[in-house]
């Protein structure tokens, strides 16, 4: 059966596009997991507090989900090399090691938040007022968790095998569902929080079917999903791999967690409007980071394969092509971001207070994202090449600095100063970047097509010799 995308073969840039644009939307639909439900949560009779409270469950999801990229992006690219060399039965077994792993991490982590939350929940910003409905929404997404890590996880690969528009339906499937059911528990059941859980649990469960089904049944993929003997080694490359992304989108928890808790700490009695509004403001940046995430990771099969196929032309045009299309996606988003910000936060609140927080917080926290492409496309297409070190070195410097001036800018400034570090790093990390990547990035190529050195004359006369020996006691 013919291929949709030929990794290996066809004309780059509508390759490239045919993989991003449908990777981009679909991770452009899995931030409205989230934001559906907090729009809906904003309309209850107490919305503020109520979405205060799910605001503060975001880290503790995100960390979740960044196992899924801890172990989806550390396999796939390996699966795509293998792929690359013609090796399918080397794919089958990172692919049933990857799938056994998420299981794992999934029941780990539920029972483990589900022992610790209420303190956890304090820790990362939610006050009394708002306790009760991030303990309620937090618990529901726990028991239903292992559906979103295997969904998110697995979807990678499906997108590694170049079906991109399956991989999108993985996604929609479940935000439409989502935002179906949404309304009907929270109103019409009045659940409230407990019902936007459940309407997420329920649309995960259906995400994760079908690409569960897809790798199983398609006779499309090249790589199904099989029972496979478990490997260590494999399993060590994989988590080599994906530990950039994977520490990535866990900081990205953590930022939230200091973010929120420094302005409850900072914001005096206006910390629970500091608190909503950052919700808004990151629920909005989640919708530019993202795209851009899931345009680099549309990006990684077709660097992994054809650097695994000796193409090194192709490579370098697909990284050329990655970065072109980010750009373009960013001054795009920037200028939504600077002239238009108030019409995203009224879906979400009309208080005079947090509307007028969040629409300034919007526009500083996205000054930055254009240079931030630049270090999107640098890791992620590094870590396509099987180059950890440096984009793993860029991956922390990013996120500790982030972190750090998060924490301390309010302490002196102000509770609004914790808005400005993003922008501020973004930019410097995003200039480290572009210089790194240059620097491995051609060295990287040069080094694997270096062809294998020819034995000398001294070496082919020893083997010679070997063999007459070997013939005459023959």
Not at 53 to 73: A, D, E, K, N, Q
Not at 294 to 310: E, H, I
Not at 438 to 459: G, I, N, Y
Not at 462 to 473: F, I, L, P, W
Request: hydrophobic content about 55%; aromatic content about 10%.
């Amino acid at each position: 059966m013919k291929r949709v995308n030929d990794l290996g073969n066809d004309k780059m840039f509508p390759l490239i596009l045919r993989l991003v644009i449908p990777s981009m939307l679909a991770q452009l639909v899995n931030v409205l997991y989230g934001i559906v439900d907090r729009i809906f949560i904003s309309r209850m009779a107490d919305g503020e507090l109520a979405l205060a409270g799910v605001g503060v469950c975001g880290p503790i999801v995100t960390l979740i989900t960044s196992f899924s990229f801890l172990l989806g992006l550390g396999g796939a690219p390996l699966l795509a090399m293998k792929l690359g060399e013609g090796d399918k039965s080397t794919g089958e077994k990172i692919l049933f090691n990857c799938f056994f792993a998420l299981i794992v991490v999934a029941v780990t982590l539920a029972a483990f938040f589900l022992i610790f939350k209420k303190p956890l929940l304090f820790a990362f910003g939610a006050s009394e007022d708002t306790i009760a409905y991030a303990e309620e929404y937090l618990t529901i997404y726990l028991f239903g968790s292992v559906f979103a890590l295997l969904s998110v996880g697995l979807n990678n690969f499906i997108t590694a095998q170049g079906f991109s528009k399956t991989a999108m339906g993985t996604v929609v499937i479940g935000a439409a569902i989502n935002v179906a059911l949404d309304p009907i528990f929270i109103f019409t059941f009045s659940m409230g929080t407990k019902g936007a859980a459940v309407a997420t649990v329920i649309a995960q469960f259906f995400s994760c079917a079908w690409a569960v089904a897809f790798l199983i049944l398609s006779k499309k993929a090249d790589v199904r999903l099989r029972i496979q003997r478990l490997s260590a080694k494999i399993m060590g490359r994989v988590m080599k791999l994906g530990f950039s992304p994977f520490v990535i989108i866990a900081t990205d928890s953590v930022l939230f967690i200091v973010l929120n808790s420094v302005l409850q700490r900072t914001g005096g009695a206006d910390g629970d409007v500091f608190v909503a509004a950052a919700t808004i403001v990151v629920s909005y940046m989640q919708m530019i980071t993202m795209p851009m995430g899931g345009l680099t990771m549309a990006c990684q099969p077709v660097v992994s394969f054809n650097f695994g196929a000796r193409k090194s032309q192709r490579v370098k045009r697909a990284v050329l092509d990655a970065l072109i299309v980010c750009l373009v996606f960013t001054v795009i988003m920037t200028v939504v971001s600077q002239f238009l910000p108030q019409y995203f936060v009224r879906i979400f609140s009309d208080d005079a207070a947090v509307s007028a927080v969040a629409v300034r917080g919007m526009r500083v926290y996205t000054a930055g994202i254009i240079i931030l492409s630049v270090q999107y496309v640098a890791v992620d297409l590094l870590i396509a090449l099987g180059v950890i070190g440096p984009a793993t070195f860029l991956s922390m410097f990013r996120k500790i600095a982030i972190i750090t001036l998060t924490a301390v800018l309010p302490l002196y400034l102000g509770s609004f100063a914790a808005f400005y570090a993003e922008p501020l790093i973004d930019t410097l990390s995003g200039i480290l970047a572009g210089f790194v990547f240059c620097a491995v990035f051609f060295k990287t190529l040069r080094k694997h097509d270096a062809p294998l050195a020819a034995p000398s004359a001294e070496a082919f006369k020893e083997k010679r010799d070997d063999v007459k020996k070997g013939a005459e006691k023959a």
